[in-house]
């Protein structure tokens, strides 16, 4: 953290000036009680004028000092979590896959929302309170020395007391708020995740299933924070109950004084008034040190996240490249993979080339290992055995931007972001101009209802793109894909079933996508891949089978068998449908 806060010298060297121009300001008051008692006791009106005029500087002083204090805490805690936040998402784009599979996004977001707001908490008030407290208590330690030594030991004692009850509160007190940050991150989650996929409990209709559920996280934040209320509760009774006592202890002790003649009845009051200074800074530090403590655990889950290395490439190289690569084949040499930590193998020994205009499909059960595939082509993942190479060279020599540069994915789920769809299309190439968007609109069957749209090109995406339809959201994802113009499509067929017409358009808006371009396919519904080149059949992490649609059905294997039990299963669909559709009279 040190780093961050010491890029902000100048405003630490103004709060250092602020806050020791607030304690002596606090000595002042003291000394202005004093001031005031002493001539009045003495009848002195001349003094007491002059009194009141300082009076008067020293709350103008309050003023000023006091909104520069808070300005510039509430200035650099802002400045710092602005960086924090900034920083912290610039390494999570450049994360590698394997750490967005192995965590779940609400937990990152957790980071990047309460954890951001404590450790900027702890930028300001906090630390700047640390160093306030300590330098009260000594001044007015100092000051009370100076009226009445014996008088200011006899009351220290009463420190150590305070302290001892902010050290036992301020220990409840941050494992309750430990527990507490638990709890509300695995609320967050939880809350991620439902919002996320509202069509999800509508349709299987869990509504009070999930609010059962949320109820229970929400419960336990409330314990959580009821607790802390009692805490508070206690926390403050017995500072008060010590305050208190310390207040009657001194007046009663400087009473005495006062009665025996050691003491001015001036300084009396300045007495019992700087006790509150040196006794209330022990009763506050313990919470301070306990807040801090708390951030700093927050700085430690911003951080954790921030030493997870990045992937190879540095992000200034991983910009898009705006010029079409040249691609003339990729081959994959007996790759096998296992994802790190887990006993399965995913990819077992698979070889496959794909050449310049080809079009390879590959089919299999859920599981067999597709995506993976994809996931090892792209270098999210490092194969741990065999080769992967494009244009002959292996792929670990080439920089991934380069890479990725080659590919345009389509994946199941579209994939578009919150924004308009210009943007969204955008992303395709950043430096395409309106009208090659519009012609990949064209392209993708997506163009006549974007214009239908009363905003067209500006109209906002709905979260992940609620606002269209799966067909719409899938034509623009394909749109997408077609203004990057990569020389390798990677197509992964949504298994979901669209109705006929949108199916058309998608299949149309595939096939112009498909046009010049060497294609890799998942494909689900084994009608649209008849005309592949290559199919593969993939289970368990090996190719059982490959060859072209005829080959494969006259081999009467795997292929055939997933082909005519598919085969059946839409024929019932489709007399299901007729069915349905003649008893309602259509
Ligand atoms: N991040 C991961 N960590 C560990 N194992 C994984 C991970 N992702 C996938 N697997 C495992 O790897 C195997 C292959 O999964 P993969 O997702 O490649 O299958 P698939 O053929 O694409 O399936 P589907 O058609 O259902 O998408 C499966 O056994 C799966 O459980």
């Not at 902010?166 to 409840?172: L, P, Q």
């Not at 607790?227 to 305050?243: F, N």
């Not at 149309?508 to 689900?524: F, G, P, W």
Request: charged share 20%; glycine share 8%.
């Amino acid at each position: 953290m040190s780093k961050y806060m010491l890029r902000h010298k100048l405003i630490y060297f103004i709060l250092i000036i602020t806050t020791l121009m607030g304690i002596t300001l606090e000595l002042m008051i003291a000394w202005f009680l004093s001031a005031v008692t002493d001539a009045a006791v003495h009848f002195d009106v001349d003094r007491l004028k002059n009194v009141i005029g300082i009076g008067l500087l020293m709350l103008a002083g309050i003023g000023v000092n006091g909104y520069a204090d808070a300005y510039f805490k509430n200035n650099v805690s802002a400045k710092i979590r602005n960086e924090l936040r900034q920083d912290m998402m610039k390494h999570t784009l450049k994360l590698p896959q394997s750490y967005f599979d192995r965590n779940h996004s609400g937990d990152l977001l957790s980071r990047f929302t309460n954890d951001n707001q404590s450790v900027g908490e702890a930028c300001g008030q906090v630390i700047i309170g640390l160093l306030r407290n300590p330098l009260l208590a000594l001044a007015a330690f100092a000051y009370l020395l100076y009226i009445h030594w014996l008088l200011a030991l006899i009351c220290f004692a009463m420190g150590p007391l305070m302290f001892l009850t902010g050290k036992v509160f301020g220990k409840a007190m941050r494992n309750n708020s430990i527990q507490l940050q638990q709890n509300m991150g695995k609320t967050t989650s939880f809350l991620n995740d439902i919002l996320g996929s509202s069509m999800v409990f509508k349709s299987f209709s869990i509504e009070p299933r999930l609010f059962k559920q949320y109820r229970k996280h929400s419960e336990n934040i409330a314990s959580g924070e009821l607790k802390r209320g009692s805490i508070e509760g206690a926390t403050s009774a017995v500072s008060s109950l010590l305050g208190n006592m310390t207040f009657l202890l001194a007046l009663v002790i400087a009473g005495y004084f006062v009665a025996k003649g050691s003491l001015e009845v001036g300084a009396m009051l300045a007495f019992i008034q700087l006790m509150n200074y040196l006794v209330n800074p022990f009763s506050a530090l313990p919470g301070l040190v306990a807040s801090m403590q708390q951030s700093l655990g927050a700085a430690g889950r911003i951080f954790e996240v921030m030493d997870v290395p990045a992937e190879v490439d540095s992000f200034e190289e991983s910009k898009q490249q705006t010029k079409t690569p040249n691609f003339q084949n990729m081959k994959l040499s007996d790759v096998s993979f296992t994802y790190p930590g887990a006993e399965i193998q995913s990819l077992n020994q698979v070889s496959l080339e794909l050449i310049r205009g080809q079009q390879i499909a590959i089919v299999g059960p859920s599981g067999g290992g597709k995506s993976t595939l994809f996931k090892l082509l792209l270098r999210f993942y490092d194969a741990d055995k065999g080769e992967l190479s494009l244009n002959e060279q292996p792929i670990g020599e080439i920089s991934l931007s380069r890479l990725r540069s080659h590919f345009a994915y389509v994946p199941q789920d579209s994939g578009l972001y919150s924004g308009t769809i210009r943007d969204n299309i955008r992303n395709g190439r950043l430096d395409a101009g309106d009208e090659e968007i519009l012609e990949a609109l064209r392209k993708a069957n997506a163009y006549d209802f974007v214009m239908a749209l009363p905003q067209g090109l500006d109209s906002e995406i709905g979260e992940e793109g609620t606002r269209l339809s799966g067909g719409q959201r899938q034509r623009l994802s394909i749109a997408r894909a077609i203004l990057k113009d990569a020389p390798i499509l990677l197509l992964d067929e949504a298994t979901a079933a669209l109705d006929n017409e949108s199916e058309k358009l998608v299949q149309q808006a595939i096939r112009k996508l498909m046009n010049d371009k060497s294609t890799l396919v998942i494909a689900h519904r084994l009608s649209t891949i008849q005309q592949a080149d290559l199919i593969l059949v993939m289970e368990n992490g090996s190719i059982v089978e490959r060859g072209n649609h005829e080959e494969l059905l006259s081999a009467g294997g795997r292929y055939h068998a997933l082909y005519y039990s598919q085969l059946e299963r839409e024929e019932e669909e489709g007399q299901m449908k007729e069915a349905m559709l003649s008893s309602t009279g259509h």
